[in-house]
């Protein structure tokens, strides 16, 4: 059973979410919060696996502040963002801010279903549009020359960042690779290290950029 927190400001909304939520057999909406810092409070008493958090909350904490705070006090908890704008600005601040995904309010219900399951599993989610525009975004920095700090990872460092990109667990990288998890969660801190990422999600997006997800490891 996924256990779900709804942070929106609108209780239509909240109501529309919980009934559509509820009516799958592994998933249960166990609080609902209004504003940022009630849901940070809530998170820690009821302990979701998910929380779904919406970014522009005017009254209150906005749900970008709300998620910075709640990682550091829950750093196990998985937020997936609902958002209706559909810009990279906001993308890139989500997943700087620790969210393990992004979806837009417009999108149909078997798309939030899938974000939700996929972040309760320890995966990064971004919808199919904003992928393209982190595709577009590397592109445009590569003809503008920017630097780039993925010569410095090893080749086993890629081959990690290239799982972790794909879903797999720790345990899962460490038993494709023949390596411990604890020699995983090495390469993965030395990764975050040189790229200077603090997040899963981050690594996830440079390796869209990368496109290493096309790699048959």
Do not use: W
């Not at 909406?29 to 849901?39: F, H, Q, T, Y």
């Not at 904490?61 to 998620?67: C, H, N, R, S, V």
């Not at 920095?141 to 460092?157: A, C, I, Y």
Request: charged share 25%; with cysteine.
């Amino acid at each position: 059973m996924i256990k779900i927190l709804l942070c929106d400001d609108h209780a239509v909304v909240r109501m529309g979410l919980k009934m559509l939520l509820n009516n799958h057999a592994d998933i249960e909406v166990i609080g609902e919060a209004s504003e940022g810092d009630e849901a940070i409070d809530l998170a820690q008493e009821l302990k979701p696996d998910v929380v779904i958090m919406d970014l522009s909350m005017p009254h209150g904490k906005d749900g970008l502040t709300a998620t910075t705070e709640l990682k550091k006090v829950m750093p196990e908890v998985a937020i997936l963002i609902l958002t209706m704008h559909d810009d990279e600005e906001y993308l890139f601040r989500a997943i700087q801010a620790g969210a393990s995904g992004c979806i837009l309010k417009s999108a149909p219900q078997e798309e939030l279903l899938g974000a939700i399951r996929s972040v309760s599993n320890g995966n990064a989610y971004l919808h199919p549009s904003a992928t393209k525009r982190l595709m577009e975004e590397y592109i445009g920095s590569v003809k503008q020359g920017n630097s780039d700090t993925f010569h410095l990872l090893s080749d086993r460092e890629k081959e990690v960042l290239t799982l972790i990109a794909k879903g797999f667990s720790n345990k899962e990288i460490a038993e494709k690779l023949v390596i411990s998890v604890k020699t995983v969660e090495t390469h993965k801190s030395n990764l975050m290290e040189k790229l200077q990422m603090k997040t899963r999600p981050e690594l996830v997006a440079f390796a869209l950029k990368k496109g290493l997800l096309g790699y048959g490891i």
